[in-house]
C-alpha cells in the first residue's frame, strides 16, 4: 500500500527559503504523477504544483510559478517542493498526493487518489 508522508513545514520570515519533502513507499511505486496542494484555512485546496514520473515534466499554479520547484530524488524515493520568495499568502497546509491511475494532465484534486497527512507552512510578515 502507497503511503505519503510530507515534511519539512515551519515558521519562515517573509522573503525567505523552505523546502518540502515527500516520502513515499510502497510497492512498485510508479504513479502517472505527484503533485504538491496547499489550503489555507476559510479556502479551498489549491493546486501548487506537479511531477511528471515518467518524463520528468513540472507544471505549476500560476500564484508559485517562478518562485516553487518541485523535484525528484530517485534514489531517495522522494519528492521535493523548494519554496522561495516566500510570502504571507504562501501560509497554509501543504499536502502531497499522487496519482496511480488516472494519467491526467488536470490536476485538480479528484485526480489524485492517495495523499499524505499535511505539513504545515506559516510565514510571517
Known amino acids: 500500500q502507497v503511503q505519503l508522508v510530507e515534511s519539512g513545514g515551519g515558521l519562515v520570515q517573509a522573503g525567505g527559503s523552505l523546502r518540502l519533502s515527500c516520502a513515499t513507499s510502497?510497492?512498485?511505486?510508479?504513479?502517472?504523477?505527484v503533485g504538491w496542494f496547499r489550503q489555507a484555512p476559510g479556502k479551498a485546496r489549491e493546486f501548487v504544483a506537479a511531477f511528471r514520473w515518467s518524463s520528468r515534466r513540472t507544471y505549476y499554479g500560476d500564484s508559485v510559478k517562478g518562485r516553487f520547484t518541485i523535484s525528484r530524488d530517485n534514489a531517495k524515493n522522494t519528492v521535493y517542493l523548494q519554496m522561495n520568495s516566500l510570502n504571507v499568502e504562501d501560509t497554509a497546509v501543504y499536502y502531497c498526493?499522487?496519482?496511480?491511475?488516472?494519467?491526467?494532465?488536470?490536476?485538480?484534486?479528484?485526480?489524485?487518489?492517495?495523499w499524505g497527512q499535511g505539513t504545515q507552512v506559516t510565514v510571517s510578515s
Open positions: 498526493a499522487a496519482d496511480q491511475y488516472s494519467g491526467s494532465y488536470y490536476y485538480t484534486q479528484g485526480t489524485f487518489d492517495v
Open positions: 510502497g510497492h512498485f511505486f510508479s504513479p502517472f504523477s
